[in-house]
Each structure stands twice: as structure tokens, then as C-alpha cells.
């Protein structure tokens, strides 16, 4: 069997092979990304119709979702170290400023960046979505103009590296609204309802 060297007569890295599987793999993030991508930028034009926090907890799951299966994944190589040029990222300074106008009082937030040398930082949902924005979208990019290999190397290296934290984090931001919103209220229950419910209690397992 042949293994091939650099030019230094070290063991060469055989690039990510392109199949079928792979095809279909990078369509499914890219779906995700783009689902994501254009989610926000609603959530960011139309501002706070009662559905921002709702779309935001449901795209950041899914994302996190596309992160995780891209963390998992074994590291994809591109044939060069070099990426190819797909132009100037977009401008994330509009983005960022209307979705802090969408969010409004829950926009500041803290967060442990790293569990296992926890520190509690401030951010903002609007400066963490709009970074992973861009991450995402650059990859989109690479996707557009068939650069598969690469559009997944950029996809894992900045999940792990960066936009996989902050998308946690903000998710875990968006349930908090979420949780507090749905359970910072008094209840009232029905007293049948208790009385069914501490008699079923009280039964044995023999019953």
C-alpha cells in the first residue's frame, strides 16, 4: 500500500473524499443554516410580535442540533490549507442592532462560557446570535459555490471553537424567558382535581 508524503517526507493527510453520504450530509446542515439565517433576519425585521422568543428557542435548538451532529463527526480535511475566496462576509451591525430592539429587556444576559473554569459573563442575545450568524453564513457561502469540504470544515471548526458555545448559551437564554414566562405565575387548580390526585398518591402499589 502506497502512502503518500510532502515534499519533507512526512506521512501526507489524505483529503476528505467527496461521496454520496457526504452529499447528503452537508445538504442537511446547509438546510439547517439556511432555515436558521432566515429566521433570524425575520425575527430582526419584524420585531416583537409576540412570536420572537418562541422562533429564536426553536431555531437555536435545531442549530445546536446541526452543531452537535458536525461536532461528532470526524474532522473533515480540504484538500488545502488555504480557503477559497468567497468574498467579503456580510455586515452583521444591522442584524445585531434590530434584534436588540426585538428583544428589548431580555436582550443582557449572563452566562458561563467554560463549566469547567466557571466564570459568569454578561452578553447579549443580539451579539451572540448575530456572531453565529455570520459564522454560519460565511459556510453558506463556501456550500453556494460547491466548495463542500470546505463548507463543512468552517461549519465544524467554528462550532467547536466558537458559535457551539454561544448557540448553548443562548439557548438556555431564550428557555429561561421561556420558563419564567410560563411558570412566574400563580396557579390555580381545580379541587376535584387535587382530591383525584392525592387519592391515586395514596394507593398502593399492591392497590
Known sequence: MMV??????????EPTRIDTGLEEFGGQIADQVESFLVAVGAVANVGDDGRAISILLLE?????LAGARLGAHVDFRPRSEFQPDVGTEGDADDLRR??????GPVDTYEFVFDPY???????????????????????????????????LWWWQFSYVSSWGNLAGAALNAVWSVV??????????????AIAAADEMLSESPEG
Open 60 to 64: 437555536l435548538a435545531q442549530i445546536s
Open 117 to 151: 473554569d466557571p466564570e459568569l459573563l454578561e452578553s447579549r442575545l443580539s451579539d451572540d446570535i448575530a456572531s453565529i450568524a455570520t459564522d454560519l453564513e460565511n459556510g453558506l457561502r463556501h456550500y453556494r459555490l460547491g466548495n463542500l469540504v470546505e463548507a
Open 98 to 103: 434590530m434584534l436588540a430592539a426585538a428583544l
Open 179 to 192: 420558563h419564567h414566562s410560563r411558570l412566574d405565575v400563580d396557579l390555580s387548580v381545580d379541587d376535584e
Open 4 to 13: 503518500e508524503t510532502d515534499s519533507s517526507g512526512a506521512e501526507a493527510i
